[in-house]
């Protein structure tokens, strides 16, 4: 097997085990397990609380200990492991506390799955930049398959999900093993852990620029945890119960009807480069939290009936919402940033999205849900996005220099 198709398999099965149940474990915990919205939240705020410190923390070990394959199959192992603890329990106190350690032990596998992928490729001989792409695709592939195949086996609102999930883990934690091997640096030279954390480049914040450009990060990515929360949960439950809506695909088939969001991800990125170019981070920033209002507000106005078209519209959406602010964002801070921190200024942006912006945004999302109820809350969640569009382009200043995108594309 070649090497660029054994880096396929790896994301492939770094995402199919995320696919597996992070979409459709709102409509388990809400359907069969009838927890509240705040509950549902919370398990999706895990993701946030683990995104703080723990990859940080495995970096260090894969620096310094632990080759990064081999620590990438260890944390899928332990990841694994915990799912399956977690799949039988009806519990909320003890399901909530298995989900956040089986996180706390995948999210870091995020990076170390990157940074598995680079060395290969660098070892091997090629571009990262130009053959890393193509491979990382095929994350996104795994995680609509995944999605899928839980839907038609009709796991999406049963604790089967979780063993799916937990199954792949093992998958790719033996197969991690068998993967180029990254050379760990003994004798590295001795930083603080402020250094190792990548928390130097919280300096970046005495910018204004750069600090109104994380904290409207953070609030992007408050938008992001809530479908993923509650999206599944709303067409499966909340349309389930009307007799008007039973047996539609929608309902019977939501994890699909989602997939179509991953899958305009895909096309999206490709936009990317176009728009950059022509209009600047300002207004691809703004394009972004225009599509998150039309997506919220669309889920709220459609239905698995006669409205199905706005719901499936709210789907492709999806992908100019996340990469138009997820990866264009990277990119603005790849190019505003000194080379010497430019690693740690992307883990500020992690943090600032996945860390502090997941765990607010599900736990508030949750509350919502809870006071307001279906399909109100969409509305809330479309007037809270175009609150921060409309300040966003009061607040942000920016002057565009398409120049230096070229510059970092080079």
């Not at 597996?20 to 549902?40: H, N, R, T, V």
């Not at 620096?63 to 799949?87: E, M, N, S, T, Y």
């Not at 519990?91 to 298995?98: A, E, G, I, R, V």
């Not at 389930?240 to 969001?261: C, D, M, P, Q, R």
Request: charged fraction near 10%; aromatic fraction near 16%; include cysteine.
């Amino acid at each position: 097997m070649g090497l660029k198709l054994r880096l396929v398999v790896m994301n492939f099965l770094q995402y199919a085990i995320w696919g597996a149940w992070l979409i459709s474990l709102g409509a388990y915990l809400g359907g069969s397990l009838k927890f509240e919205g705040f509950q549902i939240g919370s398990f999706f705020a895990t993701m946030g609380i683990a995104s703080l410190f723990m990859p940080g923390i495995m970096g260090i070990i894969a620096d310094r200990w632990i080759p990064a394959q081999k620590l990438l199959g260890i944390c899928h192992f332990l990841a694994a492991i915990f799912l399956v603890f977690a799949a039988p329990q009806t519990d909320y106190s003890t399901l909530y506390s298995l989900i956040l350690c089986s996180v706390m032990f995948y999210m870091p596998t995020i990076a170390l799955s990157n940074s598995v992928a680079y060395n290969a490729l660098t070892k091997g001989g090629f571009n990262t930049v130009k053959d890393f792409p193509p491979i990382r695709v095929w994350g996104t592939v795994g995680f609509i398959f995944s999605m899928i195949i839980v839907d038609l086996l009709g796991y999406a609102q049963t604790s089967y999900q979780l063993y799916m999930s937990a199954g792949l883990g093992f998958v790719l934690s033996v197969y991690s093993f068998t993967l180029p091997n990254c050379d760990i640096n003994v004798h590295v030279e001795k930083r603080s852990w402020v250094d190792y954390m990548g928390l130097r480049a919280f300096t970046l914040f005495k910018q204004k620029k750069m600090a109104i450009f994380f904290i409207f990060s953070m609030m992007l990515g408050m938008s992001l945890q809530i479908t993923n929360a509650f999206a599944n949960d709303y067409l499966t439950n909340f349309f389930g119960k009307n007799i008007l809506y039973k047996g539609t695909f929608g309902v019977e088939h939501a994890n699909i009807l989602i997939s179509l969001s991953q899958a305009s991800e895909t096309l999206c990125i490709l936009l990317i480069p176009f728009f950059l170019r022509k209009f600047g981070i300002k207004k691809v920033m703004l394009i972004s939290m225009i599509a998150w209002v039309l997506r919220f507000a669309l889920l709220g106005t459609g239905n698995p009936g006669g409205g199905v078209w706005m719901l499936v519209l709210s789907m492709i959406v999806y992908g100019v919402a996340f990469d138009f602010f997820n990866i264009s964002g990277s990119l603005f801070v790849e190019n505003e940033t000194d080379s010497s921190i430019r690693s740690s200024a992307q883990g500020v942006f992690m943090i600032m999205t996945n860390g502090f912006g997941a765990f607010i945004g599900s736990y508030v999302a949750g509350w919502v849900v809870d006071i307001a109820g279906w399909p109100k809350s969409w509305f809330i969640f479309a007037g809270y996005s175009l609150l921060v569009a409309i300040v966003f382009a009061i607040v942000f200043k920016y002057k565009h220099d398409p120049q230096q995108l070229e510059k970092v594309r080079s």
